[in-house]
């Protein structure tokens, strides 16, 4: 069996890396003429770093990811709301990483190509369409140096090209754009003081206003008793419209961000510090895509962002990307043919991601901490002064509907590592 796979991120990359352990041929091509460590940190649950420890990844992720141990909520004025352990202390056998993405990626590209070959990835390549017969899938390809159309024939043809999949395009004709929720979000990556117990994901204000994610990425740098810190801004506008195109890469501007955090000095982190001594400042819109009702199309089906974008709510879409792969490999291995393994995996895992992408749109966590922001305009003593007990379990709940529902799942739940 032979598989095409279009797009080099953590999804297509992954999924290069665990059809090889099942002993299936794949090649990998991307638009970008050079692949490079951009953008900032994710987190990667423990579903996703159990997938990636058993393709032979553990040591390399501990050596530049944080382990994770806790996720604190905060007011706007740093008043500490709720916090719930992660990763190993939430009783996990894998920990929970707060990593760069850019770092992953390049941590991955370097395992495709020591494992399948240089040749494992062409760059520079555009996906232009497919056709299938039945037996094979041809996709046409145009080479942007020299501007070159061909044409590569495989048994499985794997959409792996994020938000604007053209591979989507093709399958599901006339889709609307993406879902915008009318929330502006800013990020950026800048190195300080570690703050708190130094491996804390910290969540300030909420995003019916403005909001402030920040968590530490990188161990190189508190092995030297740093942190890098990824921060994540968003911003609810009255009014705001979307008139440009939803671009993880768009360059944004400091004097755009810094005013609604202008005055976000806590006693464990100086918000507008940061923000002033970051060099670069990426915007975009939040948004989706409606669930799909079918991701797969004959021997063509979709995976990652391209098959479920959701809203960054729980940690989830690269760890969901990283499952897609698995799953995917799992199933094409062990099917008498390969129509029939990419509708295994879509029963496996599609109806279980959109249950997901719903539940991060419904933010009940935010909607608590917009209440607490309604009852304590001006900052609190005690938080249970202002919310009850049930309505802080509502803040656990809901984060158990979208990344942490399966402890004991996970610890006991047989690999997807072929055996033999």
């Known amino acids: 069996m032979r598989v095409l796979i279009v797009g080099a991120g953590i999804g297509g990359l992954t999924t290069a890396l665990s059809?090889?352990?099942?002993?299936?041929?794949?090649?990998?091509?991307?638009?970008?003429?050079?692949?490079?460590?951009?953008?900032?940190?994710?987190?990667?649950?423990?579903?996703?770093?159990?997938?990636?420890?058993?393709?032979?990844?553990?040591?390399?992720?501990?050596?530049?990811?944080?382990?994770?141990?806790?996720?604190?909520?905060?007011?706007?004025?740093?008043?500490?709301?709720?916090?719930?352990?992660?990763g190993r202390e939430l009783g996990y056998k894998w920990p929970q990483y707060s990593i760069h993405r850019g770092e992953l990626q390049m941590t991955l590209l370097d395992a495709v190509l020591a494992r399948l070959g240089k040749d494992a990835v062409r760059t520079g390549?555009?996906?232009?369409?497919?056709?299938?017969?039945?037996?094979?899938?041809?996709?046409?390809?145009?080479?942007?140096?020299?501007?070159?159309a061909g044409t590569a024939t495989a048994d499985v043809l794997i959409g792996a090209d994020g938000l604007h999949s053209a591979v989507r395009a093709q399958l599901h004709p006339g889709e609307t754009a993406p879902r915008w929720n009318g929330i502006r979000m800013?990020?950026?990556?800048?190195?300080?003081?570690?703050?708190l117990n130094g491996r804390a994901l910290a969540v300030a204000g909420s995003n019916a206003a403005s909001k402030m994610v920040v968590y530490p990425i990188s161990m190189r740098a508190e092995r030297r008793?740093?942190?890098?810190?990824?921060?994540?801004?968003?911003?609810?506008l009255a009014g705001d419209r979307l008139n440009d195109t939803a671009d993880w890469n768009r360059t944004g501007r400091l004097e755009d961000v810094l005013p609604y955090f202008a005055d976000?000095?806590?006693?464990?982190?100086?918000?507008p510090a940061m923000l002033a001594a970051t060099?670069?400042?990426?915007?975009?819109?939040?948004?989706?895509?409606?669930?799909?009702?079918r991701w797969t199309s004959g021997r063509v089906t979709l995976l990652g962002d391209?098959?479920?974008?959701?809203?960054?709510i729980g940690s989830n879409g690269g760890s969901q990307a990283v499952l897609d792969a698995r799953v995917l490999a799992h199933e094409l291995a062990r099917a008498a043919d390969p129509a029939d393994g990419l509708l295994g995996y879509e029963h496996e895992r599609r109806e279980a991601v959109n249950r997901i992408v719903l539940a991060c749109r419904d933010m009940p966590a935010d909607r608590i901490l917009q209440t607490v922001s309604e009852r304590a305009p001006r900052g609190f003593d005690?938080?249970?002064?202002?919310?009850?007990?049930?309505?802080?379990?509502?803040?656990?709940?809901?984060?158990?509907q979208t990344s942490f529902s399966d402890v004991e799942t996970l610890n006991t739940r047989p690999s997807y590592t072929p055996s033999g």
């Open 186 to 195: 800013w990020r950026g990556v800048t190195e300080g003081e570690p703050f």
């Open 306 to 312: 391209a098959a479920h974008p959701m809203y960054p």
């Open 382 to 400: 005690a938080i249970e002064d202002v919310l009850e007990p049930a309505e802080l379990n509502t803040i656990a709940g809901a984060y158990r």
């Open 279 to 293: 060099t670069e400042i990426l915007e975009y819109p939040m948004v989706d895509r409606d669930p799909l009702d």
């Open 19 to 86: 059809l090889h352990e099942a002993g299936v041929e794949a090649l990998v091509v991307d638009s970008a003429v050079r692949l490079r460590p951009l953008g900032v940190g994710i987190n990667l649950l423990p579903h996703a770093v159990r997938e990636l420890t058993e393709l032979g990844l553990g040591d390399e992720l501990a050596g530049i990811g944080i382990p994770t141990a806790e996720m604190v909520h905060f007011d706007r004025y740093g008043g500490r709301i709720w916090a719930e352990p992660r």
């Open 264 to 271: 976000w000095t806590f006693d464990w982190l100086d918000i």
């Open 225 to 236: 008793g740093r942190a890098l810190l990824n921060w994540v801004a968003e911003v609810k």
């Open 125 to 148: 390549t555009v996906f232009e369409g497919f056709e299938q017969d039945g037996t094979q899938v041809r996709a046409r390809l145009l080479d942007r140096a020299s501007g070159t």
